[in-house]
């Protein structure tokens, strides 16, 4: 999983435009996205990785991150 965050929607769809096209330029298929068209959230399943890009609003209001964390509180290596 890649969590990032853009500054603004049209940065955060930017960002996945581009990523969406070095994907498919590099052989690994037709990702499914979610969410460009707020460009708030966007998710990007390419099958084996998800990434997730947010404005800092919106990553700061869900904090994903922290269901990913172990019961003390830190980060899993």
Same mark, same amino acid.
Not at 8 to 32: A, F, N, W
Not at 48 to 60: A, G, K, M, T, Y
């Given at each position: 999983? /890649?969590? &990032?965050? %853009?500054?603004?929607?049209?940065?955060?769809?930017?960002?996945?435009? !581009?990523?969406?096209?070095?994907? !498919?330029?590099?052989?690994? %298929?037709?990702?499914?996205? =979610? %969410? !460009? =068209? &707020? &460009?708030? +959230?966007?998710?990007?399943?390419? %099958?084996? /990785?998800?990434?997730?890009?947010?404005?800092? =609003? /919106?990553?700061?209001?869900?904090?994903? =991150?922290?269901? +990913?964390? *172990?019961?003390? *509180?830190?980060?899993?290596?």
């Amino acid at each position: 999983m /890649v969590v &990032a965050s %853009g500054r603004s929607t049209r940065q955060v769809s930017s960002m996945s435009e !581009k990523l969406v096209e070095q994907i !498919k330029s590099e052989g690994y %298929g037709v990702p499914k996205v =979610e %969410g !460009k =068209e &707020a &460009a708030d +959230w966007v998710l990007i399943d390419t %099958g084996d /990785v998800i990434v997730h890009l947010f404005r800092p =609003e /919106v990553r700061e209001f869900y904090q994903i =991150e922290k269901i +990913w964390q *172990g019961e003390s *509180g830190e980060k899993p290596e």
